[in-house]
């Protein structure tokens, strides 16, 4: 596809379950981005991978997060035994080359996460 | 602390008329500040981008402006149509760092016919 796609596109799932959340980047960007948005909030920043390694993982609110990145392409977010307040929309973004702030980066349309 | 703060939260407008929406940050260093807009249920879309060296950027009926001096930022939006309700976010990038952008909440325009 031409754009940033992620799947589902809805989840909801009940407290104590793990979900793993898909993002697929734009081809060729090396680059790629996991935020979580809240109601209310600002894009918060989880993670960021350049390649398949993680030079930033310090937005991870927890050890129930954790994701990967294989071949340079996908990425899956995962959340184990999530909480209610892990409900959010989570968004990926990827962009062609670092640091961030002078490469466009391209948002995928977000996963909402609930949390029942 | 880094802050990106954007006001007002929320505004309702009439159709064709103009608004300008607010942004005052704390990055500092500052390498650039972009202005994005994101439609219900959709990721963010950048409208514009700015260095600290440039004063206004537009974007078709879309113009922002930037005081690196005051550190606040504007997004004018001209003879407003009913596509452009959407939550308008303010990001600025601090100038080191691997992940080093500073997201605003945003302001929720809606508007009306």
């Known amino acids: 596809g031409a754009g940033v796609s992620q799947s589902p596109s809805n989840k909801v799932t009940e407290k104590g379950k793990d979900v793993e959340l898909r993002c697929d980047p734009i081809?060729?960007?090396?680059?790629l981005y996991w935020y979580r948005q809240s109601l209310g909030q600002g894009l918060e920043f989880l993670i960021y991978?350049?390649?398949?390694?993680?030079?930033?993982k310090s937005g991870l609110p927890s050890d129930r997060f954790s994701a990967e990145r294989t071949g340079g392409s996908v990425s899956t977010l995962t959340i184990q035994r999530t909480q209610q307040e892990d409900s959010a929309v989570y968004l990926c973004a990827s962009s062609l080359a670092q640091p961030a702030g002078r490469a466009e980066q391209y948002f995928g349309p977000g996963t909402r996460l609930t949390v029942t | 602390k880094n802050q990106v703060e954007q006001s007002p939260q929320s505004l309702i407008i009439l159709e064709g008329k103009n608004c300008t929406l607010q942004?005052?940050?704390?990055?500092?260093?500052?390498?650039?500040l972009r202005w994005y807009k994101q439609d219900t249920g959709r990721g963010p879309v950048s409208l514009t981008i700015?260095?600290?060296?440039?004063n206004t950027k537009s974007n078709g009926r879309y113009t922002a402006t930037l005081d690196a001096d005051t550190k606040q930022s504007s997004l004018h939006i001209t003879a407003s149509q009913l596509s452009d309700s959407a939550s308008y976010i303010c990001?600025?990038?601090?100038?080191?760092?691997?992940?080093?952008?500073?997201f605003g909440t945003g302001t929720r325009l809606t508007v009306i016919p």
């Open positions: 990001v600025v990038t601090f100038l080191t760092g691997a992940n080093n952008l500073f």
């Open positions: 991978f350049q390649g398949n390694s993680a030079p930033d």
């Open positions: 942004c005052n940050y704390t990055v500092s260093p500052f390498s650039n």
């Open positions: 700015m260095t600290f060296s440039e």
């Open positions: 081809s060729g960007h090396t680059a």
